[in-house]
Every structure is written in C-alpha cells, then in structure tokens.
C-alpha cells in the first residue's frame, strides 16, 4: 500500500520536475493522496484508541477516578435519525475490550471478510481513492507550466472533504460541485471532452 502510495507521488514528481517550476503539486498529492488513502476506518479507530500513547495521555490530563466514554455510530449497530443519518451512542469502559479485538483483526481489512467493507461510507472512500487518482493523471498528461496553479488547486481538492459519516458526505458533495466545476475549467481547451460524474 506505501509502495503504490510512493510510486504515484514519484510519478507526479518527475512531470513536474519537467516544468522547472518547483514542488508545489507534488506536494499537493503527495498530502492529500495520503489523506485519501489512510481513511479511518473500524479498525483503525479501535487501534488509535486502545493505543498506549492514547490512554497515558488520557491519564496524564485526569486525576482519581474517571470513565471513559466512547461516543459512536458503529454502522451496525447505530440507529438512524428521521433524515437517514447514523445517530452516535454513549457507550462505556466496556466497548475497550471489543476494541482489542477489533484492532487485532485489522488483517481482515479490504477482504470479503471484512464486514465494515461492504458499507456505502467505507465503498465511497475506495472509490475516491481511484478517483482522484485518475484525475490527476489527466492533470499529468495536459500539465505544462501555464496550467500548473489550476492543477495544484485541483489536487488540493480532499482538503474539503472532513469529517466522519453524513458529515464527510456533505462536505464531499460540496467538495464534488467545486472539484466538477475546476476540472470544466481544465478541459476548457478540449471542447468537446466529456465531463466525468461519479
């Protein structure tokens, strides 16, 4: 996964490197390529919280006694509001240990075992990934140093897409509306190239 990550960020490197005009795109994907591909998925989540980094810093800012309480949507299990959005739950010192477990079995991340995989929220992010990767290669194979400040700025595109669950959805629909109407922009001097809409 790093080594196809590295490949693609070496790829956008050398056509830029042809211009003479700096690093800024390749710095551009670079950042926002990883921010895609290291999505905080289930698994990812229980070993960011069952991390000892995560509960000594827990225990440096408290004294005594004190309950940690984990606020959650698990796709599974979270029950819906009346606009179909996922509704977080307060759940106790308990869902630590099933935390455990769930990070010990990140192996089975992008396999047909991996029940958190099938879910709409967790096919989109994959989808983006490739999406964004075949924008840049049409940004790559049109890039000259004219059109580099529009390409940057496309690139810069996943820095609006934040969040978690419906909120990542609606920053990614505003994100799209933006990312559709830069690249109308590129395309410009190619009359008659379809737009792509995913």
């Known amino acids: 996964y790093a080594a196809e990550y590295q490949a693609f960020v ?3 490197r050398t056509a830029e490197d042809s211009l003479g005009q700096g690093t800024r ?4 994907v670079a950042r926002y390529l990883f921010k895609l591909m290291a999505y905080k998925d289930e698994y990812e989540v229980a070993r ?6 995560f509960t000594d810093k827990i225990a440096a800012m408290y004294e005594g006694d004190y309950k940690l309480v984990h606020h959650l949507a698990p796709p599974l299990l979270a029950k819906h509001n009346d606009k179909g959005e996922l509704v977080k739950q307060s759940y106790g010192p308990w869902v630590r240990k099933a935390f455990g477990v769930l990070a010990r079995m990140k192996g089975l991340r992008g396999t047909a075992l991996d029940v958190f995989g099938r879910t709409e929220e967790r096919k989109t992010e994959r989808a983006l990934i490739r999406e964004y990767r075949a924008c840049i290669e049409e940004l790559l194979k049109g890039l ?3 059109r580099l400040a ?3 700025e496309i690139a810069r595109i996943p820095e609006d897409i934040r969040g978690y669950g419906h909120v990542k959805e609606r920053h990614l629909q505003a994100a799209r509306k933006k990312w559709f109407a830069l690249m109308d922009r590129w395309r410009a001097p190619h009359a008659g190239a379809p737009r792509q809409v995913a």
Request: proline residues 0%; without cysteine; hydrophobic residues 45%.
């Open 10 to 12: 070496d790829k956008v």
């Open 25 to 28: 795109l390749t710095e551009a």
């Open 48 to 53: 960011l919280h069952t991390d000892k980094a």
């Open 144 to 146: 000259t140093a004219e």
């Open 150 to 152: 529009l390409a940057v």
